[in-house]
T-cell receptor
């Protein structure tokens, strides 16, 4: 049983396209996150949702829009993809807002924009 | 504000030798400190955490870390390294557990047989 699952695992697309990455957790956690890992392996938070409500939105282009239909799902939609969006995107979940009692991470989605 | 520094991009150690991966932090408030490990093409896996209590915390796979408040450090250690410990290690901090984790840039550990 996968605790935090992301789909797709790999995504190759052309500049200007719109794409979505899906994330689901079956841990009953209240809070979900999106992190971006760049080519230098640096991890930076993008968004944080608690019970379907956005609580953190770091400096991320408006082309990125998170959607949380319920507290078990947090999807990431990206419009007008650019070369610089190429990265690995990780979804994570935890028990309550920012409660650092251990995040559970998905295995990542490697996005390549060509 | 919160930040984490991992001063070494790469640490090389011979199998069987002790290893240390360094981490220092800066927070305005009580630090909740974490270590995660990332194997190639995988997500991050939790190793250990410090929230309160004993400064020496023990975690998965024989790893431990020591919280040093005066030096604002949380170095990861293992008495005897294994080749299978080779991976990317991340230190992370949250302020009193009320902020999302902020990660260091990672340290690549290479254990040589």
């Amino acid at each position: 049983d996968t605790a935090v699952s992301q789909t797709p695992k790999y995504l190759v697309t052309q500049m200007g396209n719109d794409k979505s990455i899906k994330c689901e957790q079956n841990l009953g956690h209240d809070t979900m996150y999106w992190y971006k890992q760049d080519s230098k392996k640096f991890l930076k938070i993008m968004f944080s949702y608690n019970n379907k409500e956005l609580i953190i939105n770091e400096t991320v282009p408006n082309r990125f829009s998170p959607k949380s239909p319920d507290k078990a799902h947090l999807n990431l939609h990206i419009n007008s993809l650019e070369l610089g969006d190429s990265a690995v995107y990780f979804c994570a979940s935890s028990q309550s807002p920012g409660r650092g009692r251990g995040y559970t991470f998905g295995s990542g989605t490697r996005l390549t924009v060509v | 504000a919160q930040s984490v520094a991992q001063p070494e991009d790469q640490v090389n150690v011979a199998e069987g030798n002790p290893l240390t991966v360094k981490c220092t932090y800066s927070v305005s408030g009580n630090p909740y400190l974490f270590w995660y490990v990332q194997y190639p093409n995988r997500g991050l896996q939790f190793l250990l955490k410090y929230i309160t209590g004993d400064n020496l915390v023990k975690g998965s796979y024989g790893f431990e870390a020591e919280f040093n408040k005066s030096q604002t450090s949380f170095h990861l250690k293992k008495p005897s390294a294994l080749v299978s410990d080779s991976a990317l290690y991340f230190c992370a901090v949250s302020v009193s557990g009320n902020t999302p984790l902020v990660f260091g840039k990672g340290t690549r550990l290479s254990v040589i047989a």
